[in-house]
């Protein structure tokens, strides 16, 4: 049975995508700081308690699937504050830093040992990461920390590539998630079956892709 990791699974598009995954026949463990009810009656491997912004409590949590053989790992965990130029907070923004930037990258340098061949890691980014795109200003911490998880997975697409691993960088859409109060314009279960989809279409030839969970290319 092929396996998948995926981080903040307890709600929104982490929780949708260890259905979809468990739905497609994957034993999925799911990492998230809480466990919530909905996780539970999934049927996924639960690892809890998992602190994204402290790089001891990463490599702590990540112990625990030791021994497993990797087909798929999406860090999905994610957090956005709001910050505009006359209110920001330097704390906040290096919480962000650490959480959407360090820690996917912390747990892909972490589990790399344990991938299978031809596995495959997905990093749920954001497209207000990019430089192009950006049209409004505001929101330092979430732009400059997707930004750096962007060229994050740039490095890792070329550095995991002689091992056979390829990275998709995706960006879900505009997702009715707790996140954005539940606005948006698509609900998670679409966001998370786009980006089985993207997963399912990745390979060492496209890696390192900056993609829109509808299939989009994105620009830097």
């Known amino acids: 049975m092929p396996s998948a990791v995926i981080t903040g699974a307890n709600r929104g598009i982490g929780l949708e995508l260890v259905k979809q995954y468990i739905a497609n026949g994957f034993q999925v463990y799911g990492l998230c700081r809480k466990n919530s009810d909905a996780l539970k009656q999934t049927g996924a491997i639960v690892i809890e308690n998992m602190d994204l912004s402290s790089a001891d409590a990463i490599q702590n949590s990540l112990k625990k699937l030791k021994g497993v053989g990797i087909d798929i790992l999406i860090n999905n965990a994610g957090v956005l504050a709001d910050e505009s130029l006359q209110s920001m907070s330097a704390s906040s923004i290096e919480y962000q830093f650490?959480?959407?930037?360090?820690?996917?990258?912390?747990?892909?340098?972490?589990?790399?040992?344990?991938?299978?061949?031809?596995?495959?890691?997905?990093?749920?980014?954001?497209?207000?990461?990019?430089?192009?795109?950006?049209?409004?200003?505001?929101?330092?911490?979430?732009?400059?920390?997707?930004?750096?998880?962007?060229?994050?997975?740039?490095?890792?697409?070329?550095?995991?590539?002689?091992?056979g691993t390829a990275v998709a960088i995706l960006?879900?859409?505009?997702?009715?998630?707790?996140?954005?109060?539940?606005?948006?314009?698509?609900?998670?279960?679409?966001?998370?079956?786009?980006?089985?989809?993207?997963?399912?279409?990745?390979?060492?030839?496209?890696?390192?892709?900056?993609?829109?969970?509808?299939?989009?290319?994105?620009p830097w």
């Open 98 to 163: 650490k959480v959407n930037s360090l820690a996917p990258l912390l747990v892909t340098q972490t589990l790399k040992e344990q991938f299978n061949p031809g596995a495959k890691v997905g990093l749920i980014t954001s497209r207000m990461g990019s430089m192009a795109d950006n049209s409004s200003g505001g929101r330092y911490g979430y732009r400059m920390s997707k930004a750096a998880l962007n060229i994050a997975g740039v490095s890792l697409a070329h550095d995991l590539k002689p091992l």
């Open 171 to 218: 960006h879900p859409g505009y997702v009715q998630t707790d996140m954005v109060n539940h606005n948006g314009d698509i609900s998670a279960a679409e966001a998370a079956k786009r980006l089985v989809n993207r997963m399912n279409e990745l390979n060492l030839t496209n890696t390192g892709t900056f993609w829109h969970s509808n299939g989009e290319i994105l």
